[in-house]
């Protein structure tokens, strides 16, 4: 059965998924998240959270998708370290660094890969499984017809798939709008969200917002997912509260149980929901269907009729829901060109049929045929959920060997032997021990899992047996627990540095796949998004083998692929895939030996030593706002793509600054 996974900003929506019917949820802690406006958990938290799931069956996974730099690394131990202490289902992770970490000092987490790596071939999903990953998230730009094609090729690795809440204009992991305009990282847990913000078309002036993309809505497509032999599903909204949660979970459980969930959409359509789509789901490219929102950017609810006529403050609509008192509403009012939000609460003074006298609370005229949409049901009472949950134990494997008049109990870190008065029996004591030792009172530990031995023919007087549990819990409790901490196993190893990066741009990319001469080597670099991976790889080859010394820029986690089946060729870490700290660096060394070099992450200018090469700083480098799937022509500027001649500029402003929108095979590049 496919597995429904929901996001829990706090402890409270991760069981109000589960309560829905969640199979998982996914959550950051306080540190290290993506989501840094959400309340995010503690460690109590992960204890209490991940107690409950094992009782209940559920999983947990906790993300720690963002980049990290040399001098956080301790901080970023510390906190793996009480994770692991704990326990998880998986750590969703962005940062080859964590995943290095991770493989290394903490393999009984599991390691999955998190949305912002942008894997979306059948290449990076392998090259995901070859560094040790259990899972990959999926970028959210494929079609089912691409996810397809990857789950045949990747038939033994488990798959992840969004199918509902926001959708980033740009590739997650490679959209840098927030960090070039704000200087508020996305990378780092602080997107602006520039995408939702509007611009101005400088050939026509309109104001318009073009990179706002409608949320996913995947509906019964999950479905076909399921066909597929998708793994897990995965609904977005760490900062969207628990009604959100509530009202999705149940929207999807629904449909994943067979029903039409058409009542429990609209409970979602009424938590929060921009205009929806089914997003890059059934179909990219030439013809897709428009998905950015229109001229609003916020929540849209549900059409519910519009509004006919004004006397003063008595305002008569058309409704086909029936509205109540304090119901929300909203009249979206053009406004140079965009689209402004007029809300209020309904206040009923007559009705007949499907008209309705509303009291506005203000003195303020709207247009005739506005559409209305409700935005709350003042019905809809969400019952909240107590947090009361007892904290998890720390689990020790432990020995219990039943002798002569004796009973040895050993763990890694204590080992006691008791007397005890042991009688013969027709029986067996061992189910007796184990439902014993097996309870813990108010322990912080539990003996988990019991390697019982000697049990057999023997009676063993169980208040004896907890007199024994009592005391040695109780003596494990004092024992303090020596915690790991981050040594460092990377040695220096300086190399040249590389050109500076604008040197090896292409005409219209970040990326040059042309090749730059620069003191005698051919600088070449991968695609970061490409659609046709052996078509791609195919024409790299052609060009390295025809190149005056070529270096290799590696842009991608499935460029990986193309590097192993070459190690005649040099190569670096170019700028998309980020090297944030020297665990990342020496992970991709370990992997592509003939790795000489690379670019430090772009939003650092300096880096810690060691490392196992010396990283170029790029850092004054200007990087694209967005790489997108969405066509500006087609989406914002409504292009007919039978018209369109593959190859398109067009000057764009905000605020008084000057981008250029680069759309070349319905790529679009921003910058």
Known sequence: MIELALPAGTIEEALVAFRAGADAVYFGMKEFSARRGAG????DDLSRIRRYSKEHGRKIYVTVNTLIDDHTLPA????????????ADGIITQDLGVARILRKDFPSLPLHGSTQLAVHTAGGVKEMQALGFERVVLSRELTLAEIRAIRSSCPDVELKVFIHGALCYGFSGLCMAS????????NEGACAQICRTWFTDEETGRKLYPFSLKDLDAGALVRELDDIGIDSLKVEGRLKGPEYVDAVTRYYRALLDGKDGKAEHRAVSLSFQREASSGYLEGAGPGHKAMLTEGYTGHWGIRIGSVLDQRGRK???????????????????????????????????????DRYILILPEDRMLPRSSVLHMISDSSMNFRRISVDIPKGKKAEETSIDIGEGTIRISTARLTMEYDAEIRTSDKSAEEAVRKCFGASGDSGHALSPLHVSGAAGRYINPASMKAMRRDFLSRLDQIPIERKSYRCDIHDNSTGQLPDRHLLDGARTPWNTEGRLIDGRTYLSFPAVRFDEEETFRQMEEKARNAVSPMIGLNNIGDITFAKAHP???????IYLYMSNREAAALLQEEVPSLIGGYLWVERDRNEEPWPFTPTPASSYRMPLFISRSCYRHDALGGDCRKCKRHHTYPIGQNGRRYTVYIDDCLTIVR
């Open 40 to 43: 995010n958990f503690s460690i």
């Open 568 to 574: 005649e060729y040099d190569y670096f870490a170019d």
């Open 315 to 353: 305002l008569l609509v058309e409704s086909r829901e029936r509205l109540k008192d304090h119901d929300g509403l909203m009249v979206l009012i053009a406004s140079s060109g965009l689209l402004e939000p007029y809300r209020f609460a309904a206040r009923i003074a007559g009705c007949e049929g």
């Open 76 to 87: 970023l131990y510390e906190t793996l370290y009480d994770i692991s202490s704990i326990g």
């Open 179 to 186: 960090h070039e305009i704000t200087g508020r990282s996305a």
